[in-house]
């Protein structure tokens, strides 16, 4: 486990209220944990700018009546030449799923696999959440 470090940052009276109001309204506890986050948070992008390896969370809702779009999304995720790490179908209604899917690589394959998926007749709506894989942060 590697040691906190304490410092001090000396900010601008204003920006500091309006960090403090952000803080309160994110439910912080304190400003270091707000503070940790951020930091991740920019560490995450620089990880997806210098495209390291990154985790994909794909949300998909589609009509799961619309021709072929079943298909097309599993033939989709089998032609990803790198990892899906889970997915998973949720039947919501007579005609809405929902599908989560977890895919692992390069920051432009994950995200050219969401697009795909995206452009797909049938699917709704797709949302993108690019993560991490949380080895480079403590
Ligand atoms: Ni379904």
């Keep these: 486990?590697?040691?906190?470090?304490?410092?001090?940052?000396?900010l601008d009276s204003e920006l500091l209220k309006r960090f403090d109001k952000y803080i309160n309204k994110e439910k912080y506890t304190n400003r270091s944990e707000a503070i940790r986050d951020l930091i991740r948070e920019q560490l995450i992008r620089l990880q997806w700018q210098k495209g390291e390896t990154i985790i994909?969370?794909?949300?998909?809702?589609?009509?799961h009546h619309l021709?072929?779009?079943?298909?097309?999304?599993?033939?989709?995720?089998?032609d990803f030449p790198h990892r899906i790490i889970a997915s998973q179908h949720v039947h919501m209604d007579h005609h809405n799923c929902l599908e989560v899917i977890i895919a692992e690589?390069?920051?432009e394959q994950v995200k050219q696999l969401a697009s795909s998926l995206k452009a797909l007749k049938?699917?709704?709506h797709c949302v993108f959440t690019p993560t991490t894989t949380g080895k480079e942060l403590k």
């Design 1 to 10: 486990m590697n040691k906190t470090v304490r410092f001090g940052i000396s």
């Design 105 to 107: 690589g390069k920051p």
């Design 56 to 63: 994909g969370v794909i949300s998909l809702v589609y009509d």
């Design 67 to 78: 021709r072929e779009v079943v298909s097309k999304i599993i033939d989709i995720q089998h």
């Design 122 to 124: 049938g699917v709704k």
